[in-house]
C-alpha cells in the first residue's frame, strides 16, 4: 500500500515533457478587449463586413454575460482585459515549399515528434499546422483539391470560400451559446476549415496540431468542419503547449455539420501543459465543441483522450436531429498533481430511431480531480431512440477525486436510455498477479491503465492510438514503482 | 388559531418571497417555547429570507417548477377541530395497516389525541407528540433545531424550523426491540382557504435498539394544502431502524418533505417510501453514515400520472470508513406524468472502504410521461467501490407480445407487467402486514386509468 502512495507521488510529480518556448516575433494587438480591438483584428484579416458584423453582434452579447461557475473545478478569476486577443507570427511570404518554413518552427515540430516533412513522406497525414492563431503551413492541399476536399486555415475559407462558410458559422454553436462560445465568436483569429463534398470519401486522415507559443496570448480558435450528403472525414487534432507560469486561457469552438449519410470522426489527444507538481500555472482550456447530425443516417463520433491541462472543461456533444443518425462519444480524461477535468458529452435525440454511445473512461491521480458530466436527453419527437452510457473512474491515491454527473431527461416512451458506472481504485489483485510475475509495479499499473482504456483508444486512429498511450505511459512514469 | 395576516400580494405574477410567506403563515416569533427554539427559529427565518425560495436554477430543484405552489396564498393550518372538521376516526383505520398498533394522528400538523391510539405501549419506547416534549423544555432537542445550514439546505426545512409546532416523538431505549410497526398518519384537511403544515418529526434510536415506523401521508379533497414535513432520525450504535413513507395525498395537495438521517457505527437504516398522491411532491432522503461500519439501504416507487410531478432528491454521505449504502429507485409514469431521480452519493476523504451502490429505473407509459433522472457520485478517496446505474424505457414488447399470445388481454398484460416492475421494491418491504397493505395500494392505482382514454402508446 506504501509502495503504491511513493509510486503515485512520483508519478504525480512527472515533469512537463514539452515545456519549452519558441522564440518567434509575434505580431500581437494591444491586451485587453473592446469593439475596437475586434475591428483591428477583423481589419487584420481583411475580413468581409458580414464576418465583422457577427463578431461585434457576439461581443455586444459577450459583455451583458456573467462568466459561469457552476462547474465541478476551481480558478481563480480571469481578467480578459489582460489577454493579447490577436497575435500572429511576423507575416512572410507566400511559402512554396515545407522548405521555407521557419527553421526555428521545424524544429518546435521536430521536438514534439511531428516533423512536417516526415508526416508528409511516412504518415500520409495532411497537417495544418497552427502556431499561435496563424496557419503557418498546409500540407497535401494539392492531392485534397483534386477530390474536391476543401481544407485550409479558417482565414483563408472566409477569402476564398465565403459562400460555404458563412451558411454554417454559428449554425451549431450560435455565438450567443454560452459565455465562452460567445467570447470565442467575438475574437476568434483562426482555425481550420475543412469541406467534404458530396458522395467524397476523405482519402487520408486530416491533421492539424495546435499549439500555444506567445506568452499571455489567449488562443481563440474557430473550427468547421462540413461534410455534404454521403461524405466521409476523420479529423485529428492534437496539442502540446510550452511550460509558462501565467495561466493560459484557451477558448476554441469546433462546429460539424453531417448532412444526410455523412460520416464525421473527431479525434483529439490534449496535452497542453498541466501547471506544476504544485498546481502553479498550466492552460484553462474551455471549449465548446459540437455537432450537428442534420440529415437522415449521418454519423459524428467524438474520441478524445485529455492528459494535460490545469483545467479541461468541455463536452463534445451531438445534436441528433436526422432520423436514424448515431452520435458516439469516448473519452479518456487523466488528471494528476493537481489537474481538474470537469468533461463528458451532450447527446439530444430530436429524430426518430437515433442511437447515441457514451463511453468514457476518467482516471485521477495526486490531487487529480476528475468529473464526467454528461447530458442524455430525448425530446418527444425522437421515437425510438436508443443511449447506452458507460462510465468508468479509476483513482490513484487517497487525494484524488472522481465524479459523475449524469443528467437524463426523457420524454418518448419508446425511448430507452441506460446509464452505468463505477469507481474504483486500482485492483490489489491485478497489481499483485503482474508483480508476482516479474513485470515491476509502474509497468504494472501502466498496462492496467491502458487496458482501463483499451475501449476508447482502440476508436483512435492508429497514429493517435500509439501517441496516445504513449502520453499516457508518460503521464503514468513516476506515478508508480 | 385564527392569524390571518396580510394575504395583500401587490402582483399576481410575482411569486412572493420568504419573508411575505412567512409574514402570511403568521409567524409568532415570542410564543411559550423555549428560549433556544425562539432563538433557532429567528436564525433560519434570517437565514431563510436571506436564501430565497429555491430555483430551477439550483442544481437540486433543477426539474421542480415552484411556481404553481408559491402562487398559492397559503394560510397557517389550524387543528382543525371543531364544527369543519371532515377528518373520521373510520378514515383513519382506513390508512393504518394494524387498527391494534401504537398510532399517532396528526391534523395539518397539529396532534389530534382523539384519533391516535397511545395504550399498551411496549416497554422501552416512548411515543408522544412534539408538542408535548417542548413544553416540557424539550430537553436534549436543542441540536435538532440549530444545526448549522449547510449547502443542502434549502428555504423550506428552515420555514419548517421557523413555524414547526407539532410532529411525532419517538425515543427507543438501548437494547429495546420494538417488533410491531409504529404509525405516523398526517392528514391535511383544507375546507377554506388554502393552508400549510409544517410537522416536525424525531425518532431516537439508542444503541442496538430496534424499531419500525410507517408515515402515512393523505388528506381530504377539496381544500388546497401544503405539507412541509421533516422527519429526524438518529441511530445509535448497533441500532436498527426500519423507516416507510406511503405519500397518498390528494390530487391537488403539494408534498415537500425531508427524511433526515445520521447513523452511528454499525448501525443499520432502511427506507421504503412510495408515492402515489399530490399535484407537485418532492420527497427528499439525506443520509450521513457517521459511524464506521454503517449501513443505509433506500428504496422507493414513484407513480406520478395526471398532471403529478415526484421528485427524489436523495443525498447518501459516506463520512466514515467501511460504511455501505444501496438505493433502489423505480419510477412508473403513466398519462403527463412527471418522474424525477436525483440521487447523490458523497465519498468523504475519511471514509476509506466505501461500499455505495444506487439504481434508477422507469418505466414510461405514455407519450407524454417525462422522465429526468440523475445519478451522481462524488467521491474524494481512493480506496472506494462505487457503481450507479439508471434506465428508463418502455414496457417489453416480446413480454407483451407472449402474453397475449396466451390469451392475456392487452390491457391486463400491461397491468400484469407493470405491476412485476414495481414487484422487486415491494418485496424488500419486511413487515408482511405492511407489505400486503402496500402492495394493495399499488395494485390499486395501477389497475386504474384515471381518464380512461387511450392516451398509451398502443401496439
Known amino acids: 500500500m506504501t509502495d503504491v502512495s511513493n509510486d503515485v507521488r512520483e508519478f504525480a510529480s512527472q515533469e512537463y515533457q514539452y515545456g519549452f518556448s519558441t522564440d518567434l516575433d509575434t505580431d500581437a494587438v494591444p491586451k485587453g478587449l473592446s469593439e475596437d480591438v475586434i475591428r483591428l483584428i477583423s481589419a487584420k484579416k481583411h475580413e468581409p463586413d458580414w464576418l465583422l458584423e457577427w463578431r461585434l453582434r457576439a461581443y455586444r452579447h459577450w459583455i451583458t454575460l456573467e462568466e459561469p461557475h457552476w462547474q465541478n473545478v476551481h480558478y481563480g478569476p480571469i481578467d480578459y482585459q489582460d489577454i493579447i486577443y490577436y497575435a500572429a507570427p511576423k507575416p512572410k511570404p507566400q511559402l512554396a515549399s515545407l522548405d521555407e518554413v521557419d527553421p526555428e518552427l521545424r524544429t518546435m515540430f521536430d521536438k514534439l515528434g511531428i516533423s512536417l516533412a516526415e508526416q508528409e513522406r511516412l504518415s500520409g497525414v495532411a497537417v495544418d499546422a497552427i502556431v499561435d492563431s496563424v496557419s503557418v503551413a498546409t500540407t497535401f492541399k494539392r492531392k485534397l483539391a483534386d477530390v474536391g476536399v476543401i481544407f485550409c486555415s479558417f482565414s483563408e475559407a472566409v477569402q476564398n470560400h465565403p459562400e460555404l462558410v458563412r451558411p454554417y458559422l454559428g449554425s451549431v454553436v450560435p455565438y450567443r451559446d454560452n459565455y465562452f462560445a460567445t467570447l470565442n465568436s467575438a475574437v476568434f483569429t483562426d482555425g481550420s476549415f475543412c469541406f467534404i463534398p458530396k458522395g467524397v470519401h476523405c482519402p487520408m486522415e486530416l491533421s492539424t496540431y495546435f499549439r500555444i507559443n506567445a506568452a499571455d496570448t489567449g488562443q481563440f480558435e474557430r473550427t468547421l468542419i462540413v461534410a455534404e450528403e454521403g461524405a466521409e472525414v476523420s479529423y485529428l487534432e492534437g496539442c502540446t503547449a510550452p511550460m509558462r507560469d501565467k495561466n493560459q486561457l484557451h477558448a476554441a469552438v469546433v462546429e460539424l455539420v453531417a448532412l444526410e449519410g455523412a460520416r464525421i470522426k473527431y479525434s483529439t489527444v490534449q496535452n497542453w501543459y498541466p501547471g506544476d507538481a504544485d498546481g502553479r500555472g498550466g492552460i484553462y482550456n474551455f471549449v465548446t465543441k459540437r455537432g450537428k447530425c442534420a440529415g437522415a443516417n449521418s454519423k459524428i463520433s467524438w474520441t478524445q483522450v485529455e492528459t494535460g491541462s490545469a483545467i479541461t472543461w468541455k463536452y463534445p456533444g451531438v445534436i441528433l436531429q436526422g432520423d436514424n443518425s448515431v452520435g458516439e462519444f469516448y473519452s479518456v480524461a487523466l488528471t494528476a498533481n493537481h489537474q481538474q477535468a470537469d468533461t463528458g458529452t451532450k447527446m439530444i435525440h430530436i429524430g426518430k430511431n437515433t442511437h447515441s454511445t457514451i463511453v468514457s473512461k476518467a482516471i485521477s491521480a495526486g490531487h487529480g480531480q476528475n468529473t464526467y458530466r454528461g447530458l442524455v436527453k430525448t425530446l418527444r419527437s425522437a421515437e425510438g431512440a436508443r443511449n447506452h452510457t458507460r462510465c468508468d473512474s479509476l483513482l490513484l491515491g487517497s487525494d484524488s477525486g472522481a465524479h459523475t454527473f449524469p443528467y437524463i431527461e426523457v420524454k418518448h416512451p419508446s425511448a430507452q436510455v441506460e446509464h452505468e458506472a463505477s469507481t474504483s481504485k486500482i485492483s490489489e489483485d491485478q497489481l499483485f498477479y503482474c508483480r508476482q510475475r516479474g513485470i515491476s509495479e509502474e509497468d504494472a499499473v501502466s498496462m492496467i491503465v491502458n487496458g482501463f482504456c483499451r475501449e476508447v483508444f482502440k476508436e483512435l486512429p492508429m497514429e493517435f492510438a500509439v501517441e496516445a498511450q504513449r502520453l499516457l505511459s508518460v503521464s503514468l512514469e513516476g506515478s508508480v514503482g | ?459
Open chain 2, 1 to 459: 388559531m385564527t392569524t390571518v395576516t396580510s394575504t395583500a400580494r401587490t402582483s399576481a405574477t410575482a411569486a412572493p418571497t420568504v419573508a411575505e410567506l412567512l409574514s402570511r403563515l403568521g409567524f409568532r416569533p415570542s410564543g411559550p417555547s423555549p428560549a433556544w427554539l425562539t432563538q433557532a427559529r429567528h436564525a433560519s427565518l434570517g437565514w431563510a429570507t436571506a436564501r430565497g425560495f429555491p430555483t430551477l436554477k439550483d442544481e437540486d430543484w433543477k426539474y421542480t417548477r415552484l411556481g404553481p405552489l408559491l402562487d398559492v396564498p397559503f394560510e397557517r393550518a389550524g387543528d382543525g377541530d371543531g364544527a369543519g372538521r371532515r377528518v373520521s376516526p373510520a378514515m383513519i383505520d382506513a390508512l393504518t395497516i394494524d387498527a391494534a398498533s401504537t398510532r399517532l394522528v396528526f391534523v395539518n400538523g397539529l396532534f389530534a389525541a382523539e384519533l391516535s391510539l397511545l395504550t399498551d405501549l411496549p416497554e422501552g419506547v416512548t411515543v408522544t407528540n412534539l408538542a408535548s416534549v417542548l413544553a416540557e423544555g424539550g430537553a436534549g432537542l436543542e441540536p435538532f433545531f440549530s444545526r448549522p445550514f449547510g449547502e443542502y439546505d434549502h428555504a423550506f426545512t428552515a420555514i419548517n424550523t421557523v413555524l414547526a409546532e407539532d410532529g411525532a416523538f419517538i425515543q427507543v431505549a438501548a437494547d429495546a426491540l420494538i417488533t410491531a410497526p409504529i404509525e405516523l398518519v398526517f392528514l391535511s384537511d383544507a375546507h377554506g382557504p388554502p393552508v400549510m403544515a409544517n410537522p416536525r418529526s424525531l425518532i431516537l434510536a439508542g444503541p442496538r435498539s430496534r424499531v419500525a415506523v410507517v408515515e402515512t401521508y393523505a388528506g381530504t379533497s377539496g381544500g388546497v394544502t401544503c405539507t412541509n414535513a421533516v422527519t429526524q432520525v438518529v441511530l445509535d450504535e448497533g441500532a436498527r431502524v426500519e423507516h416507510y413513507k406511503i405519500q397518498d395525498e390528494p390530487d391537488a395537495a403539494f408534498h415537500l418533505a425531508l427524511l433526515d438521517v445520521r447513523q452511528g457505527p454499525g448501525s443499520r437504516f432502511s427506507s421504503g417510501s412510495v408515492a402515489l398522491g399530490s399535484k407537485i411532491a418532492r420527497n427528499e432522503v439525506r443520509v450521513r453514515l457517521e459511524g464506521e461500519g454503517a449501513e443505509a439501504g433506500i428504496d422507493g416507487l414513484y407513480l406520478p400520472r395526471g398532471d403529478q410531478h415526484h421528485d427524489n432528491p436523495i443525498l447518501i454521505e459516506h463520512a466514515a470508513p467501511r460504511c455501505t449504502s444501496r438505493q433502489l429507485y423505480k419510477g412508473i409514469v403513466d398519462e403527463r406524468g412527471h418522474g424525477v431521480f436525483n440521487g447523490r452519493i458523497i465519498v468523504w476523504p475519511d471514509a476509506p472502504g466505501t461500499d455505495a451502490s444506487q439504481t434508477n429505473k422507469n418505466l414510461l407509459l405514455s407519450d407524454h410521461a417525462e422522465v429526468d433522472t440523475r445519478p451522481r457520485l462524488e467521491i474524494l478517496t481512493d480506496d472506494v467501490k462505487c457503481a450507479h446505474g439508471a434506465a428508463v424505457g418502455a414496457l417489453d414488447e416480446e413480454a407483451l407480445f407472449y402474453l397475449r399470445s396466451r390469451g392475456v388481454p392487452y390491457e391486463a398484460a400491461r397491468a400484469l407487467l407493470t405491476y412485476a416492475f414495481a414487484r422487486e421494491l415491494l418485496d424488500l418491504i419486511e413487515s408482511e402486514s405492511l407489505r400486503t397493505h402496500v402492495e394493495t395500494l399499488v395494485a390499486g392505482r395501477l389497475s386504474t386509468d384515471s381518464d380512461g382514454t387511450g392516451a398509451h402508446s398502443g401496439d
